[in-house]
Nanobody, 121 residues
Framework: VQLQASGGGLVQAGGSLRLSCAAS????????MAWFRQAPRKEREFVAL????????LYAESVKDRFTISKDSAKNTVYLQMNSLKSEDTAVYFC???????????????WGQGTQVTVSS
């Protein structure tokens, strides 16, 4: 299984970006797809997750009502729409795949390479 994240870039505060994470191979219904982020000198932190079978999602408090996670089953792709971006959203964003409804990075078996998001204030 390989995960390819893309869509990062430089954006002004208040702007929007959409990240994509394309998975090679089939994503089974039991899968949970998630986004994490890691800022310099900080630990990797949970952003959002989605259950592949139901589309049910969960968000970190810091991004709730600004970010939306979604999926396209036909394309084996998960998205993260990020609106009203703030400077504190600056980080490398990683997509991950696991089977547990979990916010801890250790619960995920497969990781993408990361895509840089930089928000200028």
């Amino acid at each position: 299984v390989q995960l390819q994240a893309s869509g990062g870039g430089l954006v002004q505060a208040g702007g929007s970006l959409r990240l994509s994470c394309a998975a090679s191979g089939r994503i089974y219904s039991s899968a949970v797809m998630a986004w994490f982020r890691q800022a310099p000198r900080k630990e990797r932190e949970f952003v959002a997750l989605i259950r592949w079978s139901t589309g049910r999602s969960l968000y970190a408090e810091s991004v709730k009502d600004r970010f939306t996670i979604s999926k396209d089953s036909a394309k084996n792709t998960v998205y993260l729409q990020m609106n009203s971006l703030k400077s504190e959203d600056t980080a490398v964003y990683f997509c991950a795949r696991g089977t547990q409804w979990a916010e801890l990075p250790g619960a995920y078996n497969y990781w993408g390479q990361g895509t840089q998001v930089t928000v200028s204030s």
